[in-house]
């Protein structure tokens, strides 16, 4: 109430300092008539003497301008950091009138705890560490759910029975710690206990056993790429179904309201010492720290714990593999995306730039660099939901106003991710520099590669661009089909067995398109045999050659014939 006054009492300022402007205003016009009657006398040839009379009076109306511009200029700079201070105190006063200790949410936990531990035949002990820590009462509201799942989760599978923990040298309870605390603007809640912890084998075993990927994949998962298996719909490292646990949810809810209020969720495994589970979540929901940036000529907001990092990438750094464009960061590729297509935007005005401006997003196991036009900065954003009558705007979570008054959209990075899985999927992903090609590379013969071997990609791929040309992959005929139709490719090479749209058919689809029907087509096969290549030959393929091609220049010879060097 005290800050309401005074920033009643700062507003009254404004109107005799707007009044005292006026006054400035009218001594300017009265310099101005002085400098016209001035102007005038020198054309007609008065006096000199009246000539000095007005040039002071001027000077003098000059000096008076200057005077009050500059105290008025001073008395606008104190005003200004007055209210800064001002609305700084009242907006965290606001903030604080919503927020509540952290132990009011938890009040029921050591009882829950007590009572599931019994049910188990365990003994638990739950201590509560930061207690007093403020949250935003929204927040500690959807914190419920999450945390009890992963309490429960954390004495059903992480706390051993009382003989087991004895066996191993343990005190016969078992702790559970939960911390509340702020660190670098966020809130962070750790939940930790001293159990058996997780074996990264076991875990590998289980993602193996489930087909979630094939053994040789799992076999190089990093741990903390194993740990993200734990927060998937209906993944479970135990067999046995139970009141408490075996059918796979309860992690996957609390990723999932973490992802929604735009924090992180992270577990760490400690084998024979607990795991840990680290929740980071912004202090409130009400304003968000984001990333402005510009996407065909229109400013979009992310919010900061939705980043995985910026890059500005060099052109030369990205290569092209499966039809996609990919830069590398610390070892690992990230497929690139063109913010216009997934948000279907006109393309930029902005003229070419030899570095690309990328926003690295990531969802569970998916990883994406969102290509922007440029970065804006970083701003504190109050966050406005849209008008309910709108319903879901695709990829759109919320709107704020800028400094200048501006309304700008706030990108919902979940819903984002699933449309960029959408157009991956659908096969109609355009590659980032369609409409941004350079120079050095727009005279460059394009050639279109399919096969459903990598190996044979990769050859092929390295062969020709040894030699000059610009070459694009593809998986597969519908792929293939999908790519020429959306790019224009001087060469198509193709396989013959691939799946979904074998070799011969994809030489018939090309060849019965009015557009595309002028494209040369080698086939290249394993089989040598005789009926193979009439029937590539009669599809309208120009060569048909063996893979053998690979070890001479027949392959580099049939492409030089057909489109040149």
Known sequence: MGLAGESLVEANWLQP??????????????????????????????????????????????????????????????????????????????????????????????????????????????????????????????????????????????????????????????????????????????????????????????????????????????????????????????????????????????????????????????PERGVIFQFQLPLTLSVIRALLVEISGEPYAFGLTRIDRILMVCRDEIFAIENQHYVTVDNRNIG??????????????????????????????????????????????????????????PDISAAAITDDGSPILIVDVSDLVRSIDRLISGGSLSLIQQDKTKNTTQNRKKILAIDDSITVREMERKLLENHGYQVDLAVDGMEGWNAVQMRNYDLVISDIDMPRMNGIELVRQIKSHPRLKSIPIIIISYKDREEDRLAGLEAGANYYLTKSSFQDDRLLNATIDLIGD
Do not use: W
């Not at 400098?35 to 000077?59: I, V, W």
């Not at 997780?198 to 740990?227: F, G, Y």
């Open 17 to 270: 300092f707007a009044n005292s402007l006026l006054q400035l205003k009218q001594r300017q016009r009265e310099l101005g008539q002085i400098l016209e009657h001035l102007h005038e006398s020198s054309t007609d040839g008065l006096s000199a003497r009246f000539d000095a009379e007005a040039l002071n009076n001027a000077q003098q109306k000059l000096h008076d301008c200057q005077e009050i511009l500059d105290d008025r200029l001073n008395e606008l700079d104190l005003f200004s950091r007055r209210v800064a201070n001002l609305s700084e105190n009242l907006y965290r006063e606001v903030i604080a009138s919503h927020m509540r200790p952290f132990g009011d949410g938890v009040k029921g936990f050591g009882r829950m705890v007590r009572d599931l531990a019994r049910q188990l035949g365990k003994q638990v002990r739950l201590e509560i560490i930061g207690e007093s820590t403020q949250v935003d009462r929204d927040i500690l509201e959807k914190l419920e759910a999450p945390l009890t799942h992963t309490l429960r989760n954390a004495i059903a599978h992480g706390i051993e029975l009382p003989d087991e923990r004895r066996a191993r040298g343990k005190p016969e309870v078992g702790t559970i710690r939960l911390e509340a605390f702020h660190r670098a603007g966020m809130l962070s809640i750790c939940v930790e206990d001293d159990g058996r912890g997780i074996d990264l084998e076991d875990l590998r075993q289980a993602i193996a056993s489930k087909q979630k990927l094939d053994p040789e994949m799992v076999a190089r998962l990093t741990e903390n790429e194993l740990m993200e298996f734990l927060f998937l719909p209906g993944f479970s490292t135990t067999d046995r179904v139970t009141e408490m646990s075996g059918r796979g949810v309860g992690l996957d809810i609390a990723k999932n309201m973490v992802q929604e209020v735009g924090g992180l969720l992270r577990a760490t495994a400690r």
């Open 336 to 393: 690139l995306v063109s913010a216009r297509q997934v948000l279907e935007l006109p393309p930029s005005s902005q003229e070419e730039e030899e570095f690309l401006s990328i926003v690295v997003l990531g969802e569970r196991n998916h990883s994406y660099g969102l290509v922007v036009d440029r970065f804006i900065g970083e701003r504190d954003l109050v966050v406005r939901p849209l008008d309910p009558r709108l319903g879901k705007v």
